[in-house]
């Protein structure tokens, strides 16, 4: 039996983690606070379906697990615009072929790694393991049973944090802040979201466009929707929390028809339960946290949300997560399985990818929300793929974010802001594609290499 | 009988918050988590001394208390600069007269103000009872009998949190951060500090120069001393936590010994307990907390160190807390003692001011330790010094920060930061204060008036 580890929290991050231990020879307990979400039905709270992408995609390779995720998938070539006024355009998200991001169920991929972990008999899943209590300095956990209420402790060389935003082992940490100079940020967005559905169309199909990331952009706020396998799309309002126009003011059910009926007359025509999804789902906030150091004493380690949670405009956090799992696996060799060497290297060279994704996650609600209305904004789109097209060396940020699974985020995000400096620029000083001279477009572009 | 409110939290900013509210007719019952201090030695850990000035005398002078403390307090007209070679310099504070800080204790001042509240008969002080749990939504709060552990729940209308950088109300609103959007962050600094002591004279009087707050800045760490009226000194020693020179290499007595003889050689023979003083003190982290909103559901709000946690640099954690509770103050007539409105506009009034004066203190460590022996930045002292002298409307930043309660912290930060880069880039190109023009200068400075 190889050496015990404690993963706290079977979400997407904890399980593939467990899974990858379980593959180098780690045998791997993993307590989870909620019921197994392959015998129970799930609650809400988080969000249905996810935009998996290479980094993601990676991750799942290198546990062999790409094979078995890909069937639950659907692909999204673009974006689908639908304006206030006049016809939807498809944006494309990349100017090759073969680059798409694919929509896929946070559940079902959830449990198609449960299953996966537990089938290498290495790794031990407890459900309904709450983590009450941490000693940082002996690597020990007190779990609560959620049923009975009882308590037990258990301990390992290294306990790994996967137990998201809110995580107990990150609250430990905070509330030890003065001794482990723990640095701590959360910040939230003045937007908040809501889901709700468009159903499957009668007699099966999709409604909209299957394969795309559908947006209705409307300057201050914005609606979504991703497909999922059963012909329904997941849609999600995101719209400030108080305000002229926001969730505040949607106080009766006339209100909410006629904000729906003024904004979103095309999607809420496939929307028949509307109102009582609009009042059975939460209106929920959202918040990026950042912290560091992501480990204490060489003996505990706070990997995916639970390190770095991050809004989802740049659908990668689950993509950001499962990137954590391949980029600690890197170091098990280097160190030859010494954790305290590991986690350190670790966080030092993962923390600015973490701060770099939720950086643009931040900043790409305005280009969801706002630029994708903007005339300059979509010229520019179209000469970024058209370069794309034209120049296997030239990526777009957001495809160096989203499809460069070789390049760090920070280097994603500071090439990119940089390129779509010069490309916005560049827009605003033509009139339409007829003017565009890509010759020109390339030498900009290649000021950045001096 | 006058409105009851609760203040959780007697240090310097819940108790004068007390007494001034007392002076307005509430009825104020005041719960603290340590005993009184009046009664019981107090346990370590919060700096024994602090400066007082214009801020924070013009909060007292509000609730009259500032002919109380003045007795308290020896005044520092400058600091005098230990050079690791050479003589010791005196820089005065300020080019005018009349302007100066006060060293003070801080036990003897809250004792002060506590005698103070609760002559008022209307401030109700109860000691040794901590904040247990807080139900942000009805305004009630649960405290523990430290002695008993036996508990019991309190409510008012209004419930304010002055109980520290720790503070239990802070972290109420924190585990509920999704619920009311609170951003909260807390980041350390690279360096600690330790507490340590130069007695008295033999025979009664002060060893150093009374006074002045004497600083030996040894660039990447310093020493500094501040007067007790008993003729000791308070000494800090702020040295990083890690790495070639720090807290972490001071691992046994001759290398303790060797340390201070090497870089405070003239302070150290001052200092016969050093070694005890220097096992028996704790090494301390330095924190600033930043959150909003300060204020929830109109029922709670947070003021002082509970706010706004600030390095000590600037040696106004304390000014800045008497200064909350003068801005809160300003706001009960105007709403007429209406808790939501009051709350409300005191946090979208401070919140800024807050900030300011916490990333002042931040960047003034830096001045302290390092530009205190930059000859440029003396020489530029020394021509903000003549300039005050000369001219009625010109303030340094430390000036203005410090002696200006007048004008709000984020004005003062402004404007200073605007005034140092103009000055420090003349004082870089004159060789001394012979080549000083005062026209020359004013003409530089009004350019920030355009």
């Keep these: 039996m190889g050496e015990k580890v404690i993963i706290i929290g079977a979400g997407l991050c904890g399980t593939l983690l467990a899974l990858r231990l379980a593959q180098r020879g780690y045998t791997v307990t993993v307590y989870e606070k909620r019921p197994d979400m392959r015998k129970n039905t799930i609650s809400a709270g988080r969000s249905i379906n996810l935009a998996l992408s290479d980094r993601g995609l990676r991750g799942l390779a290198l546990a062999g697990a790409e094979e078995d995720v890909l069937p639950l998938t659907i692909p999204m070539y673009g974006r689908m615009l639908h304006p ?12 090759r072929d073969g680059e798409w991001i694919n929509s896929v169920s946070r559940g079902g991929l959830n449990m198609v790694l449960l299953d996966k972990a537990e089938a290498t008999g290495k790794v031990h899943l407890h459900f309904g393991k709450g983590c009450d209590e941490v000693d940082l300095e002996t690597g020990s956990v007190t779990l609560r049973d959620e049923a009975t209420g009882s308590t037990f402790t258990d301990r390992a060389e290294v306990v790994f944090g996967t137990d998201g935003a809110n995580s107990a082992i990150r609250n430990a940490m905070l509330r030890e802040s003065a001794r482990y100079r723990f640095d701590f940020s959360i910040k939230y967005l003045p937007t908040a979201y809501k ?10 199909g999709f409604r909209l466009e299957k394969n795309a990331l559908h947006i209705w952009p409307r300057d201050g706020f914005m609606m979504i929707a991703l497909p999922n396998l059963d012909g329904s799309f997941t849609v999600t309002l995101f719209l400030p929390h108080t305000g002229e126009v926001s969730f505040a003011q949607l106080t009766d059910d006339i209100l909410i028809r006629s904000f729906f009926e003024q904004y979103f007359p095309s999607a809420c025509a496939h929307m028949p339960d509307l109102i009582s ?29 639970a390190a770095h949670a991050v809004v989802p405009f740049y659908g990668q956090g689950m993509n950001a997560s499962f990137e954590d799992v391949l980029v600690l696996d890197g170091l098990i060799d280097k160190y030859a399985g010494d954790w305290s060497g590991i986690l350190e290297e670790y966080q030092q060279i993962r923390k600015q990818d973490a701060d770099a994704i939720a950086d643009l996650a931040v900043e790409n609600e305005l280009e969801m929300r706002s630029a994708t209305a903007d005339p300059v904004f979509l010229l ?8 794309e097209q034209t120049y296997r060396d030239y990526f777009s940020k957001y495809s160096m974010v989203t499809f460069r699974e070789d390049l760090p985020y920070s280097y994603a995000m500071k090439r990119g802001r940089a390129q779509d400096e010069i490309l916005m620029k560049y827009a605003a000083g033509i009139n ?10 390339l030498r900009l572009i290649h000021t950045l290499d001096g």
């Design 84 to 95: 206030q006024v006049g016809e939807e355009t498809m944006v494309k998200y990349s100017g």
């Design 195 to 204: 889901e709700l559905e468009i159903p499957p169309a009668e007699g099966g």
């Design 277 to 305: 999804d609009f009042h059975s789902n939460p209106t929920s906030s959202l918040g990026t946290v950042k912290c560091y150091p992501w480990q204490v004493n060489g003996k505990f380690l706070l990997m995916g949300d």
């Design 380 to 387: 520019k789109r179209r000469i970024e793929l058209k370069m």
């Design 432 to 441: 339409s594609m007829a003017e565009f001279d890509e010759q020109e477009v």
